[in-house]
């Protein structure tokens, strides 16, 4: 049998006395448009970016580091500012495998990094991409 619960003396509370809504209130309250949760906050870009591990040397980080906040900004458009300077064969490639990642944002960064890798070598030491899984065959 259960045991029986002590007599609360709290006041009850009248579950129709809804508190009241203020200006405040609805700054926090989360709007819903067609029953989806609108984010708030900056939209998402038209493009993004890909992360990757690279290893550059310290003089380089240093010097990029020493103008302040945004040196990896800097560094990106440093490299845009070469392909613009260098265009042709390695620009069209890069163009196509940039093209390539946003289209499929799926893609293994590890194909993308060395992918980018190869374009730098010459051509007769150039290796072609092999997926890891193919490596030992």
Do not use: C
């Amino acid at each position: 049998m259960k045991k029986k619960l002590p007599y609360s003396k709290d006041p009850l509370v009248d579950e129709d006395d809804a508190p009241e809504l203020s200006e405040a209130w609805f700054a926090e309250a989360n709007l819903y448009r067609g029953g989806v949760l609108v984010k708030r906050g900056r939209p998402p870009q038209a493009v993004t970016k890909v992360a990757v591990k690279l290893r550059l040397d310290r003089d380089i980080i240093a010097a990029f580091k020493v103008e302040g906040p945004g040196w990896q900004t800097r560094i990106n458009q440093a490299l845009r500012d070469w392909l613009v300077l260098h265009p042709g064969e390695q620009g069209a490639a890069i163009n196509s495998l940039e093209r390539a990642a946003l289209n499929k944002p799926d893609l293994p960064v590890n194909f993308v990094a060395e992918s980018l890798a190869s374009l730098g070598e010459p051509r007769e030491q150039a290796r072609p991409f092999v997926p890891r899984g193919s490596r030992g065959k």
